[in-house]
């Protein structure tokens, strides 16, 4: 089986494939300020190299993985004063996520997996908002691991768990081993480090990246990213989002 791009097919090719065995991957991002060094459409990015990822391991057991457009707009309030930064409501991206689940199904595609790398916690409640809407019979089957959340995060780097994990070493190493023509380089390693936790400050109450300490909208240590991390994240991602939708098929 294989990993395709789903808006590169075409009808028929949709039409013939066997699509009991095929699992839809929607990846997940946001257009919003991510420091001085990586672009808008970072978590973008990582979403698409966590799909592809995952989209591998699940070829390799058996089904086709759809890779689905990406959606690139959604809720981004702590960015929200950024020059850059797009925000939606928060109930636009439930409603589209459920709408796009009810349209799979229609078309016999029964699991959308959905390849998150947007932390925002309104954006993460609308996901969670949009599986309990879904309900069990409605659409695709939606598959989200919070990799905010066990038994995901763990399996994280030691500064995405601590919470310093917008556009820092996590965010920077992922965008080199994926786009690296993307990095501003010598900006990158130009930055001090930023140790401020973006969860301590969220459950505080901050609601913005300049509130939780962020002035330049970096957390974490730009300066000490590097590819071989990044592959070895994307992997992990990969292998997350994989898990959870050989969990969900698993009879
Ligand atoms: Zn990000």
Redesign the pocket.
């Known amino acids: 089986m294989a990993v395709l791009d789903f808006a590169h097919l075409t009808w028929e090719e949709v039409r013939d494939l066997d699509r009991t065995k095929a699992v839809a991957i929607l990846p997940v991002g946001a257009v919003e300020a ?1 420091g001085p060094h990586l672009p808008l459409g ?2 973008v990015i990582i979403a698409e190299t966590m799909a592809r990822a995952a989209g591998a391991r699940l070829a390799a057991r058996g089904y086709d993985a759809l890779v689905l457009p990406p959606l690139a707009y959604t809720a981004a309030d702590f960015a929200a004063g950024f020059p850059g930064t797009v925000s939606v409501r928060p109930t636009t991206v439930t409603a589209l996520l459920v709408d796009l689940a009810r349209s799979l199904a229609r078309h016999r595609v029964s699991v959308l997996a959905v390849a998150n ?2 932390l925002d916690p309104a954006h993460l409640a609308a996901i969670e908002a949009a599986v309990v809407q879904n309900g069990p019979e409605a659409g695709a089957r939606i598959v989200f691991p919070d990799i905010t959340r066990k038994p995901w995060a763990v399996r994280l780097t030691a500064e995405f768990q601590s919470g310093a994990c ?2 820092g070493q996590y ?1 920077s190493s992922i965008v080199m081993a994926a786009r690296p023509e993307l990095v501003r380089e010598a900006i990158r390693r130009s930055l001090p480090a930023n140790p401020r936790s973006l969860s301590v400050a969220i459950r505080s109450g901050q609601t913005s990246f300049e509130a939780a300490g962020g002035p330049r909208a970096y957390f974490g240590s730009p300066a000490d990213a590097g590819v071989d991390e990044g592959a070895r994240t994307i992997d992990v991602l990969g292998a997350i989002l994989a898990e959870a939708v050989l969990a969900e098929l698993a009879p």
Do not use: C, L, V
């Open positions: 991510h970072t978590d790398a947007h917008h556009a965010e």
